[in-house]
């Protein structure tokens, strides 16, 4: 693993992959868009689970969701059905990484004003859109952040999960698939 941005403590531990990271940056550890799917799958391991799409492919790894094109490129990432009740929804570990979660290890789910505060006291730049009453923040990256669509007012929603889709991709195919 020489050379990759994926944290170490010691060789033969498993790489972080920090969430936060990922917010900041749009890499999910060491794989920015472009990088390919074997590398990936050599690096953090055989996938939980795999999926053809009619533009490409996934592997899944608990609820993160890593999107290949027919290249099979790295073209998009999401990771959502965060539910704080339920630890596997984001703490994630095999023999090759773990998932540092960042906003996703509250014994109850932030909601956004929660997470707008965070980003606040860390100086994290982020703009707040709806799209078709789905309210979201946008990270300078263009990761964004999404919260549970619902009958309570915005800044109370829950957090849902992140995701990164670049405008290159067909995000009504990842979106419909998810």
């Not at 690096?43 to 969701?65: H, K, V």
């Not at 300078?140 to 669509?149: A, E, L, R, Y």
Request: charged share 25%.
């Amino acid at each position: 693993m020489r050379g990759l941005k994926g944290r170490t403590q010691r060789p033969g531990q498993a790489m972080i992959i920090d969430i936060k990271d990922f917010a900041l940056s749009g890499q999910f550890g060491p794989f920015a868009l472009g990088a390919s799917k074997a590398d990936v799958i050599e690096t953090l391991g055989e996938p939980e689970d795999e999926a053809s799409r009619d533009d490409g492919s996934e592997i899944i790894y608990a609820w993160y969701e890593l999107f290949f094109d027919s290249n099979d490129r790295l073209c998009a990432i999401k990771i959502d059905h965060y539910d704080a009740r339920h630890v596997s929804s984001y703490q994630y570990r095999n023999e090759n990484f773990e998932i540092a979660p960042w906003l996703m290890t509250s014994p109850e789910a932030p909601t956004m004003q929660d997470v707008m505060a965070e980003l606040d006291r860390e100086a994290i730049e982020y703009r707040s859109e709806t799209d078709g009453g789905r309210h979201h923040l946008v990270l300078s990256s263009g990761v964004t952040i999404d919260f549970h669509p619902g009958p309570k007012e915005p800044p109370q929603r829950p957090l849902l999960g992140f995701h990164y889709f670049p405008d290159t991709v067909g995000n009504q195919a990842i979106e419909a698939h998810g």
